[in-house]
């Protein structure tokens, strides 16, 4: 299997502030890599595909950038709504797997 | 719009069966695959089982194969998952979702969640 490893596990950011949370695959996975965020009580939501392709709705704010074994989502201006639990997933091979996740906080 | 509707909570006793459904509306059931995913507290999410929703096939991780069943229903556009054999570590949220992104098994819809719990 492939292990996907994030860091860091928890970031404290302020508005307006540049975030960047990265993923590292045990094995080459390409650019087959997604970005989710997932707020308390809600189901993931997709923001990335592919390591750079913005899903339909999400703001340009949100960049990935990557391939082979890391990978990087950078929020270039962190905004109120932004503050929530980030995970990356390969798409490369089953079993799909995911990061331990990034909990982006208030500072 | 694209929707993911789950059945309710579950309650279970170890060595019992839980059965979870995924009805979706708002696209062309046939079309795109239906996956499973969990999140045990304390866990990372974990994939569990895709299934082809045209044809019937279906994959599940090799952790959970011989507990774990997928099936579709097309003229209810209707996934169920079964799990069988439950432990308390199964207790969790789980979720369907709709393999639609245009590149690679990434998941642009997402079920509402459902809890499992697993408990003597």
């Known amino acids: 299997d492939i292990q996907m490893t994030q860091s860091p596990s928890s970031v404290s950011a302020s508005v307006g502030t540049r975030v960047t949370i990265t993923c590292r695959a045990s094995?080459?996975?390409?650019?087959?890599l997604a970005w989710y965020q997932q707020k308390p009580e809600t189901a993931p939501k997709l923001l990335i595909y592919?390591?750079?392709k913005l899903q339909s709705g999400v703001p340009s704010r949100f960049v990935g950038s990557g391939s082979g074994t890391d990978f990087t989502l950078t929020i270039t201006s962190l905004q109120p709504e932004d503050f929530a639990t980030y995970y990356c997933?390969?798409?490369?091979?089953?079993?799909?797997?995911f990061g331990g996740g990034t909990k982006v906080e208030i500072k | 719009q694209v929707q993911l509707v789950q059945s309710g909570a579950e309650v279970k006793k170890p060595g019992a069966s839980v059965v979870i459904s995924c009805q979706t509306s708002g696209y062309t059931f046939i079309n795109d695959p239906i996956q499973w995913v969990r999140q045990v507290p304390g866990q990372r999410l974990e994939w569990l089982a895709w299934?082809?929703?045209?044809?019937?096939?279906?994959q599940t991780s090799q952790k959970f194969r011989g507990r774990l069943t997928v099936t579709r229903d097309t003229s209810a556009s209707t996934v169920y998952m079964e799990l069988t054999y439950l432990r308390p570590e199964d207790t969790g949220i789980y979720y369907c979702?709709?393999?639609?992104?245009?590149?690679?098994?990434?998941?642009?819809?997402w079920g509402q969640g459902t809890l499992v719990t697993v408990s003597s």
């Open positions: 094995q080459d996975i390409s650019r087959w």
């Open positions: 997933q390969q798409a490369n091979s089953y079993p799909l797997t």
């Open positions: 979702v709709r393999e639609g992104a245009p590149v690679g098994a990434t998941f642009d819809h």
């Open positions: 299934i082809n929703t045209g044809n019937g096939n279906s």
């Open positions: 592919a390591t750079s």
